[in-house]
């Protein structure tokens, strides 16, 4: 079985000097023994241990109610409704908590306020301990069929009727409340057992109740948590007020849920960017395919004598070095040869290159241009701005253009 560490607050959540005390056990035995000190010594020295915690039972109500028959989460919606009339707050402020059945259509419940849950729990969250089961302190206190428990400390009295019955007072209203108990109560007890309350007449309180007190020797602690050290003594736990709402589950969604607008807003600009992203990459894809067609044509413009065309960028990056020529060659270079044409050529309007050719160290241009006129300027130009030698060797007009073919090479 694993270790369980019980931890038992005292006072309110908003107090600055909340006392703790905590009890680690084993197979129903003490490890190290019982503890005391404040939520920060507490948190230090329990980690992230399967733990329950109890809170003062003055903030609990443990009550009986009658509901109809239906399954349990029609009984948890007309639970509050059914304690209303037990109740001093709103309905919409408590939170209620169903627990085992007793008889016909007869439960045990336990209400508290939400505010006085939630702030317990928030306390012990911002010392990084996280319940997973919490339950009021009058449950601590033992009970057997045949008889009623009371456990005094200081100047309260919590008092056990019932395996999920019982209550807090001041302990100078105690005798009023067992009288008032023994009144309601369908069948009265054997016996009355009393802890740490010395200050009690118990032949009084015997004679008032009409049966039989006795005072039983307390734990070897005068903690409440002693007397989890009892044979015996286990707190039922199906009155854990960490259900519904209060759930672990539930209270990290609350935690999430002032972060859901903002989730949703990223959410939303994320799928926004997503949209914004695909559309670009089809943009840019169709780019790039417009880029790779027009690659292509500009390479059969300059190598038409290729048919061929599987990988334009190779293919022409081949026919660049051809062009340079070899590395012997005594002509000049491609480089060396273009970077003096290319300008000239770029000013002619009108001007169509439909073949390039570059062997040894001369550069052959096929030209189309509108007339003749044309044909000598640009050849006259090539001559004016280069250093190369120009050859006009053919020139044939037709009815709408020019073509011609000059030749430029190393001047001898």
């Known amino acids: 079985m694993a270790i369980q560490v019980h931890l038992r607050l005292t006072g309110k959540p908003q107090d600055s000097d909340v006392r703790v005390s905590w009890l680690s056990l084993e197979n129903g035995q003490a490890i190290g023994g019982l503890k005391q000190g404040d939520l920060a010594q507490a948190a230090a020295d329990v980690g992230a241990s399967n733990l329950l915690v109890y809170i003062p039972g003055i903030e609990v109500l443990l009550s009986r109610v009658q509901l109809p028959s239906g399954r349990r989460s029609q009984l948890l919606r007309a639970l509050p409704y059914a304690l209303e009339d037990d109740l001093v707050q709103d309905v919409e402020d408590v939170h209620c908590v169903l627990g085992p059945r007793q008889g016909d259509n007869h439960y045990i419940a336990a209400i508290i306020a939400r505010d006085t849950l939630q702030g317990w729990l928030d306390l012990l969250q911002q010392h990084g301990l996280r319940p997973r089961i919490m339950l009021p302190d009058t449950l601590l206190v033992p009970w057997q069929p045949d008889a009623w428990h009371v456990w005094c400390e200081e100047e309260l009295a919590w008092f056990r009727s019932g395996p999920a019955e019982g209550y807090v007072c001041t302990r100078d209203i105690m005798e009023f409340m067992l009288g008032q108990a023994m009144e309601n109560s369908d069948s009265a007890p054997a016996s009355l057992r009393l802890y740490h309350c010395d200050s009690i007449d118990e032949t009084a309180l015997c004679t008032r109740l009409g049966l039989a007190v006795e005072k039983t020797a307390p734990p070897p602690v005068d903690n409440m948590l002693g007397l989890l050290l009892l044979e015996g003594n286990t707190p039922p736990t199906e009155l854990n007020l960490l259900q519904d709402s209060f759930a672990p589950g539930s209270q990290l969604k609350q935690q999430l849920r002032p972060w859901l607008p903002a989730a949703a807003l990223a959410l939303v600009l994320l799928v926004i960017s997503l949209a914004s992203n695909i559309i670009e990459y089809q943009r840019l ?14 390479f059969k413009q300059t190598f038409p004598e290729v048919k061929r065309v599987v990988n334009p960028h190779a293919q022409m990056k081949h026919r660049l070095r051809q062009l340079r020529g070899s590395s012997n060659s005594a002509g000049p270079s491609f480089n060396e040869m273009i970077s003096q044409v290319a300008p000239v050529l770029a000013k002619s309007e009108k001007l169509n290159i439909t073949n390039l050719r570059f062997v040894q160290g001369q550069m052959q241009l096929r030209l189309e ?31 709408d253009k020019v073509e011609g073919r000059i030749v430029i090479s190393q001047q001898t």
């Open 285 to 298: 894809d169709k780019l790039n395919q417009q880029l790779e067609q027009q690659i292509v044509k500009v």
């Open 369 to 399: 241009l509108p007339d003749l006129q044309s044909l000598e300027k640009l050849k006259q130009a090539l001559v004016d701005d280069t250093d190369w030698k120009i050859e006009l060797k053919s020139a044939n007009a037709t009815e």
